[in-house]
């Protein structure tokens, strides 16, 4: 057995520190046994521009999740762990398959809860010769030690910042210690990924998320207030816009918003970004368009203008040359 999988024998991976033998069969809170899940892979053409290059981000989705909003838009995969079971090995014959069909780099979607089994992976392809860019693309939701982990195999950090209010946390996400874990996790991640360009691209550094909630524009501007305080221009700031009202069974025990964010509020946090001096930084266009929705029970998830499909938990490789 790996050293990596004995990690699961008394699962920390994640802030909730469950402390339980996945290789067991024990379950924690992300409900993920010892067999790794994931969903789809695809060449994604809807992240921000410098992470979607030209092709696409070889963008893997994973089964389960860590944190489990209430109004996940990827809940069949978060809530429900929809998805097959997957080895290293074909994790890794996915990321090169991703390499040779173009992809800007290998873009790992909620993948905490796999870590160990995701480190083989990435050794085995790097080993044959993959040689594109790692993008840890996750909730910031992250323990320090786990960071710790990750570092060596990660070039770009893409959390999100949800909050920086526990209260918010706690009604919300169902978690109160998020705000402090992700400020903290984010601080990290900077720390170790100074940004770095070749042409358009990025090959290292952080982009820092943030999902403008409707009904709170205060909260999002002390969100969008930190992070320029507390890194200037050192990460990227992406805002996004395009919350959709959407509760999945599973997430009823947390506070949900059932509208959508508003023209109004929208430049409301328009006008507040002006006021401060970004560099580095995308604000999402408002629109009421949620064809972009995806349905991971389909071969390709999205609308074909967002992804390429390349591999599916029930169809295998389906890329076409
Ligand atoms: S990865 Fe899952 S089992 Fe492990 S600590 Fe986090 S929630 Fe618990």
Same mark, same amino acid.
């Given at each position: 057995m790996?050293?990596?999988m004995t990690l699961y024998e008394n699962c920390m991976l994640c802030?909730r520190q469950c402390g339980v033998n996945r290789l067991q069969g024990e379950l924690g809170f992300c409900n993920c046994g010892p067999e790794m899940r994931?969903?789809?892979?695809?060449?994604?053409?809807?992240?921000?521009?410098?992470?979607?290059?030209?092709?696409?981000?070889?963008?893997?989705?994973?089964?389960g999740?860590t944190?489990?909003?209430?109004?996940?838009?990827?809940?069949?995969?978060?809530?429900?762990l929809?998805?097959?079971?997957?080895?290293?090995?074909?994790?890794?014959?996915?990321?090169?398959?991703?390499?040779?069909?173009?992809?800007?780099?290998?873009?790992?979607?909620?993948?905490?809860q796999w870590?160990p089994?995701?480190?083989?992976?990435?050794?085995?392809?790097?080993?044959?010769?993959?040689?594109?860019?790692?993008?840890?693309?996750?909730?910031?939701?992250?323990?320090?030690?786990?960071?710790?982990?990750?570092?060596?195999?990660?070039?770009?950090?893409?959390?999100?910042?949800?909050?920086?209010?526990?209260?918010?946390?706690?009604?919300?996400?169902?978690?109160?210690?998020?705000?402090?874990?992700?400020?903290?996790?984010?601080? !990290?991640? /900077?720390?170790? &990924?100074?940004?770095? #360009?070749?042409?358009?691209?990025?090959?290292?550094? *952080? $982009?820092?998320?943030?999902?403008?909630?409707?009904?709170? !524009?205060? /909260?999002?501007? &002390?969100?969008?207030? #930190?992070?320029?305080?507390?890194?200037?221009?050192? *990460? $990227?700031?992406?805002?996004?816009?395009?919350?959709?009202?959407?509760?999945?069974?599973?997430?009823?025990?947390?506070?949900?918003?059932?509208?959508?964010?508003?023209?109004?509020?929208?430049?409301?946090?328009?006008?507040?970004?002006?006021?401060?001096?970004?560099?580095?930084?995308?604000?999402?266009?408002?629109?009421?368009?949620?064809?972009?929705?995806?349905?991971?029970?389909?071969?390709?998830?999205?609308?074909?203008?967002?992804?390429?499909?390349?591999?599916?938990?029930?169809?295998?490789?389906?890329?076409?040359?």
């Amino acid at each position: 057995m790996s050293d990596y999988m004995t990690l699961y024998e008394n699962c920390m991976l994640c802030p909730r520190q469950c402390g339980v033998n996945r290789l067991q069969g024990e379950l924690g809170f992300c409900n993920c046994g010892p067999e790794m899940r994931a969903a789809v892979a695809c060449l994604h053409k809807g992240e921000e521009p410098p992470i979607s290059g030209t092709k696409g981000s070889g963008t893997v989705f994973f089964s389960g999740c860590t944190l489990q909003c209430a109004s996940c838009q990827n809940c069949q995969l978060s809530h429900e762990l929809l998805g097959g079971t997957i080895t290293p090995r074909l994790l890794s014959e996915i990321f090169m398959e991703l390499e040779r069909f173009g992809a800007a780099n290998i873009n790992l979607v909620t993948a905490t809860q796999w870590i160990p089994h995701i480190l083989m992976a990435l050794q085995s392809a790097k080993n044959r010769g993959m040689n594109l860019p790692v993008v840890w693309n996750s909730s910031g939701y992250e323990a320090e030690e786990t960071l710790e982990l990750l570092n060596n195999f990660i070039d770009i950090y893409l959390p999100d910042l949800k909050t920086i209010s526990p209260t918010f946390s706690k009604s919300f996400l169902g978690t109160g210690d998020y705000a402090k874990t992700a400020q903290h996790a984010i601080g !990290i991640m /900077a720390k170790s &990924k100074p940004l770095q #360009w070749e042409e358009e691209t990025l090959v290292r550094g *952080v $982009i820092v998320r943030h999902l403008v909630l409707p009904g709170h !524009i205060a /909260a999002s501007k &002390k969100a969008i207030e #930190w992070i320029h305080t507390a890194f200037s221009n050192s *990460v $990227i700031i992406s805002l996004m816009s395009q919350y959709i009202p959407f509760l999945s069974e599973t997430g009823k025990q947390k506070e949900n918003i059932n509208r959508s964010l508003t023209k109004k509020e929208y430049a409301q946090i328009e006008a507040f970004i002006e006021t401060l001096d970004i560099e580095n930084g995308f604000f999402q266009a408002l629109s009421t368009d949620d064809t972009w929705r995806p349905d991971f029970k389909k071969e390709n998830p999205f609308p074909s203008e967002y992804a390429v499909p390349v591999w599916h938990y029930r169809f295998g490789f389906v890329a076409k040359n």
